[in-house]
């Protein structure tokens, strides 16, 4: 049986911080608030595949209120978030992520991004999107950065 699951994920900007994205560094004057490193793509990643296994969500496997996720970089929490997707029975099929920010332009580390997530997930079955938001919302104004992402996995009992 297949399963499907939803993540979205927001973080504004913030001085003082280095912008990880996809579980890579990205080349910014700013990073992203947050308790962690604030990898909305990661964050978003780790709710779908959460969320499709019925296994709650990020918030809750690792609140911003414990110290000892604070700064930790989201690659960790991904990696704890696929092992508890196989010890509960299934597989990564396959995941879409869409990352929004008009600033900085993302296509040139799409790849890097993309390797990243692979490494961690144990599958090539992941596929990265960037776009805009022409200019409107906190998005085009260059508040924050927003990420989507959708998964499918596989019921492997």
Known sequence: MYKIGHGIDVHAFASGRALFLGGIKIPCEKGLAGHSDADAVIHALCDALLGAAGLGDIGHLFPDTDEKFKDI???????????KIKDAGYEIANADITIIAQSPKLQPFISSMRKSLMEILKTDNINIKATTTENLGFVG???????HAVCMIKNLQ
């Open 73 to 83: 970089r989201s690659t960790i929490l991904l990696e704890k978030v696929a092992e």
């Open 141 to 147: 104004r260059k508040e924050g950065i927003e990420a």
